[in-house]
């Protein structure tokens, strides 16, 4: 958790402490942290009120408690609807339920109320910013139409594919040859009032789809599905013409589980190109959050990741930077090769190819290893309902093993330039 504090700044002429470009989440979250903390922080975007974009719809587990320990879990309370039970499926037939503290929310809305959180003393400007200009002790940010602005430090948190890190000559390096496919639209019941379950989880079975969430958001119920396929795929295709009977084939016993719906709303589709930004240790500037790495919308990490991101730059490197005159390319290193952030770096790289191959892998092996994930879950909720405190027994055995299992896998990866 962060102290309010006033730190002692050493005389500066910028007309700001730290300038953020780019107020989507993680822009906006480290504006909140850094603006609580005394800092002087002027956010720009250009927009000023987010626009309905499709991004992160849901957030369970590590990303709520993150938000809990940076005390920015209120407004994420007020934009979104919690849930803690979710039904899960496979192959027509129910596996097991997940319990525990979720979310859904419509990403506008979650920004919105983030940025409605932020402290009077961060100065939000809209506007488009064009041109950057960096050094060890003084950054210039051009703005479109308006008076340039100078800062101590540059965030940029700019998303995925902006073109303003080339100033710079930071380029995004795609990191991976997989390209997730996601969908996102709202459905409602039909024939009755409401569904039978809060929530909904069904897993695809080696044929390109790795999962369809149903899930409540304020005023209705959302769906995201995301994929592995070609978006030019004719199957792919024809989900935008028929979208309703192409869930039922594909996802038997859907209808009768969940309830039978019909689509309400546009149906937004998003391809995700896996990118790490290249060249990035430079003086003075540091990108957070999709700016520096994206991640594979399935495997849900995003927003663990770029908490952590707003979390070690706020509460660890900031504070140290700003005792200094200069921060030059040496001290942006030490946040890029924070051990805490590596990892979740890695894991969130490895995640994406996980999730491919569960998805796509169609040879005797993985078939098995699905077969085997998928049954060893349904012997285990079968447990759970004769002896919950046997299940939670082995629940924890196979934590400890997942853990030890991912150390090492991170420890024998190299970091990422
Ligand atoms: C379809 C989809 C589904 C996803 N699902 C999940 C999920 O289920 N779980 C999960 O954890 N993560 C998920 N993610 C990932 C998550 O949404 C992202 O990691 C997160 O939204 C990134 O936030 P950000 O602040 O880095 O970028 P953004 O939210 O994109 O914000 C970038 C901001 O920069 C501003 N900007 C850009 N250029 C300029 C400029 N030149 N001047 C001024 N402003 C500028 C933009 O206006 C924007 O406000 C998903 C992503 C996608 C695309």
């Known amino acids: 958790m962060m102290n309010r504090r006033y730190p002692e700044l050493p005389t500066s002429e910028t007309d700001t402490d730290i300038a953020i470009v780019g107020g989507g989440l993680s822009g906006t979250l480290a504006a909140c942290l850094l603006g609580r903390a005394g800092y002087r922080v002027t956010l720009i975007d250009r927009h000023r009120v987010f626009p309905q974009e499709f991004r992160v719809e849901r957030i369970g587990g590590e990303a709520i408690e993150k938000l809990q320990r940076l005390q920015l879990f209120a407004p994420l309370s007020t934009a979104a609807v919690p849930f803690d039970e979710i039904v899960n499926m496979h192959k027509g037939h129910v596996v097991d339920r997940t319990y525990g503290q979720h979310y859904g929310f419509f990403y506008n809305r979650l920004v919105a109320a983030m940025r409605s959180a932020l402290p009077e003393t961060v100065n939000f400007v809209v506007g488009q910013v064009r041109g950057l200009r960096i050094g060890a002790a003084h950054q210039r940010i ?12 540059l965030v940029i948190a700019t998303g995925m594919g902006d073109t303003l890190r080339r100033d710079l000559g930071i380029l995004h390096r795609q990191i991976s040859d997989r390209r997730p496919l996601a969908f996102g639209f709202n459905i409602r019941p039909l024939r009755s009032n409401r569904f039978r379950h809060t ?88 990108l957070i959050g999709d700016a520096y790495l994206t991640s594979c919308p399935a495997s849900g ?28 390319h ?20 490895q995640m994406t190819d996980r999730h491919f191959n569960l998805t796509t892998k169609t040879d005797v092996g993985w078939r098995l290893r699905r077969q085997f994930h998928f049954m060893r879950r349904r012997v285990l909720y079968g447990i759970e309902s004769i002896s919950p405190a046997l299940a939670t027994r082995l629940h924890q055995l196979k934590t400890i093993r997942a853990r030890s299992a991912l150390r090492s896998a991170v420890l024998n990866t190299k970091p990422m330039a």
């Open 301 to 328: 990490l995003g927003v663990s990741r770029l908490l952590t991101d707003v979390e070690r730059l706020c509460c660890t490197y900031v504070p140290q930077w700003m005792t200094e005159t200069a921060i030059d």
């Open 142 to 153: 051009s703005i479109l139409g308006q008076d340039e602005i100078t800062a101590r430090l």
């Open 330 to 349: 040496t001290k942006i290193a030490a946040y890029y090769d924070d051990p805490e952030k590596l990892d979740m770096d890695i894991s969130s790289v």
């Open 199 to 286: 929530a909904l989880t069904y897993h695809g079975d080696g044929d390109g789809i790795d999962h369809l969430n149903l899930f409540p958001v304020p005023g209705t119920t959302r769906a995201n599905l995301f994929l592995f396929r070609d978006p030019r795929d004719p199957w792919v295709r024809s989900l935008h013409d028929d979208l309703k009977q192409m869930l039922t084939a594909a996802f038997p016993s859907l209808v009768d589980t969940f309830g039978d719906f019909e689509i309400g709303s546009r149906i937004d589709s998003w391809l995700t190109d896996i990118t790490a930004a290249d060249n990035c240790r430079q003086d003075g500037v540091v």
